[in-house]
C-alpha cells in the first residue's frame, strides 16, 4: 500500500486535553482513572472520565448537537492546534477532497438516556430532544464535518472497539482510489449508563484499575475519548508518522468472546505486515488491545507470541486511559505515534506480575528507546479486529 503522513494528530482523555497532557501523564507514571463518579451509577468500579467535561458546551451555532459525546469531540478538534492544521489542508486540497471517517461504539446515547428520565406522565419525551443531532452514530460525524467545514464523503464506523482504528483503512482505500486527496480520521466515545452497565452484567468490569497482562486481572476500566488525525500524502515528508500498514479480519468466533487462539488476531496482524511489505522483526513496539479480561488477553499473547516471539517489547496503555471502546484504536494510535517521536515506550499501568502463562515481553516500566515502527491492536466484539502499523520512512 501506499504510505500516508500523519500530518497531524491530536487526543482528549482522562489524562487530560491534548497530546501533551497525554505524555505527561506516562512520562510521571499517572493514570487517569478514578472511581466511578459518573452522574448517579451506582457501581464499584473504576473509569477514565474526561475533567471538566460536563460544563462544556457547543457553540449557539451547534445548540442542536449539543451532548457529551459532541462536546468530547469539540474538545479534540480545538487541542494541539488540530482545527488550524485542517483549515490548511483545505485551503491545500478543498473542503470537497478531504475526506472525513469516525469510528465510535454509543455515540450519543447518554442523551437518549437522559432523555427517557424526563419523560412527561404521557411517556412522551422531552421537546428538545433531538435523536438525530446528538444519539444517532452519524450524529458525531455530521457535527465533526460541518464544525470544519468539510463536504464529502463522510461517515461513521461503529465496529465497537476497533472503529476507531478501522476508519485508517478506509481512509487509505478512499485516497488510493482517487476519491480524495487527504482524510481527517478518528473517534470519539463518552461514558453513558448503558456501557457503564452493560459490561458490568456481562460480569467483565474490574473493581480495582484494571491489570492488563497481569496474573490476577479481572476486568476493564471503562474510559471515555476524542481524537483526531489527519492523512495525507508523504510528499517526501520524514518529520512526522506514516500509516505504513493496516489489517482487517473478523473470525466471527462468538459475539463478546475472542476466539481462544486469537485465530483473528492474528490474521489482522499478519494481513498488515502483508499491507506494509515489513517482516515481523521491524516491529520495535506492540502496543496491544489488552483490555485485562482473562480471555482477550490470553487469546492476544497466543497471537503476538504467534508472530513477534518473545523479544519484542508489549504494553497495554488502557491502565493509564481505561478502555475508551469506539474511540480506542486512536487514542492507542496517537500513544503510538508519541512513542515513535519520544522514543517513550509506555508501561503496561497498574500490573505488577505478569501472567505466568504468558510468552509476551510485557512492559512493567517505561523505557526509553528509538524505535522506527510500531504495530497497534484494536479488537472487538464478534471477532471484528484492526492493526496499524505507523513508523517512519526512509530518508
Known amino acids: 500500500m501506499q504510505s500516508l503522513a500523519i500530518s497531524h494528530y491530536t487526543v482528549v482523555n482522562a489524562l487530560g486535553r491534548g497530546t501533551s497532557s497525554t505524555l505527561e501523564a506516562i512520562r510521571n507514571g499517572k493514570s487517569g482513572l ?3 463518579d459518573f452522574l448517579d451509577a451506582q457501581l464499584d468500579t473504576w473509569i477514565g472520565r474526561v475533567e471538566g467535561l460536563e460544563s462544556e458546551s457547543l457553540p449557539a451555532r ?6 457529551r459525546n459532541n462536546r468530547l469531540a469539540m474538545l479534540g478538534l480545538v487541542s494541539d492546534g488540530f482545527e488550524s492544521a485542517v483549515q490548511d489542508a483545505i485551503s491545500r ?8 471517517i469516525l469510528g465510535t461504539s454509543t455515540s450519543g446515547i447518554l442523551a437518549t438516556e437522559l432523555a427517557y428520565r424526563e419523560r412527561d406522565p404521557q411517556g412522551r419525551l422531552p421537546a428538545d430532544f433531538h435523536y438525530r443531532t446528538t444519539h444517532e452514530n452519524y450524529s458525531v460525524t455530521d457535527f465533526v464535518r460541518r464544525y470544519l467545514g468539510l463536504q464529502r464523503p463522510a461517515f461513521t464506523i461503529s465496529t465497537a472497539c476497533s472503529s476507531s482504528a478501522k476508519v485508517f483503512a478506509s481512509a487509505s482505500r478512499l485516497i488510493d482510489c482517487g476519491l480524495c486527496d487527504a482524510a481527517v480520521v478518528g473517534g470519539v466515545d463518552s461514558l453513558c449508563m448503558t456501557t457503564l452497565y452493560g459490561f458490568s452484567s456481562l460480569e467483565i468490569v474490574s473493581t480495582m484499575p484494571c491489570r492488563p497482562a497481569s496474573a490476577d486481572r479481572n476486568g476493564i476500566s471503562i474510559g471515555e475519548a476524542a481524537g483526531f488525525a489527519l492523512l ?11 500509516l505504513l500498514g493496516y489489517g482487517e479480519s473478523s473470525d466471527a468466533y462468538h459475539m463478546s468472546t475472542p476466539h481462544p487462539e486469537g485465530a483473528g488476531a492474528r490474521l489482522a496482524m499478519l494481513r498488515a505486515l502483508e499491507r506494509s511489505a515489513l517482516p515481523a522483526s521491524a516491529i520495535d513496539y506492540v502496543n496491544l488491545h489488552g483490555t485485562a479480561t482473562r480471555a482477550n488477553d490470553s487469546a492476544e499473547d497466543r497471537a503476538v507470541c504467534a508472530i513477534f516471539g518473545k523479544e519484542t517489547p508489549c504494553s497495554s496503555t488502557k491502565g493509564w486511559t481505561g478502555h475508551t471502546l469506539g474511540a480506542a484504536g486512536i487514542t492507542e494510535a496517537a500513544i503510538c505515534c508519541l512513542a515513535l517521536r519520544e522514543g ?4 503496561t499501568l497498574n500490573t505488577a506480575t505478569v501472567d505466568p502463562e504468558f510468552g509476551m515481553n510485557v512492559l512493567l516500566e517505561n523505557r526509553s528507546r528509538k524505535i522506527r515502527t510500531v504495530l497497534s491492536n484494536s479488537f472487538g466484539f464478534g471477532g471484528n479486529n484492526a492493526c496499524l502499523i505507523l513508523g517512519y520512512g526512509k530518508e
Open 34 to 36: 478514578r472511581r466511578c
Open 62 to 67: 451547534f445548540a442542536e448537537y449539543d451532548c
Open 93 to 100: 486540497h478543498g473542503s470537497h477532497r478531504i475526506a472525513l
Open 232 to 242: 495525507e500524502k508523504p510528499q517526501g515528508r520524514y518529520d512526522v508518522p506514516l
Open 344 to 347: 517513550l515506550l509506555p508501561a
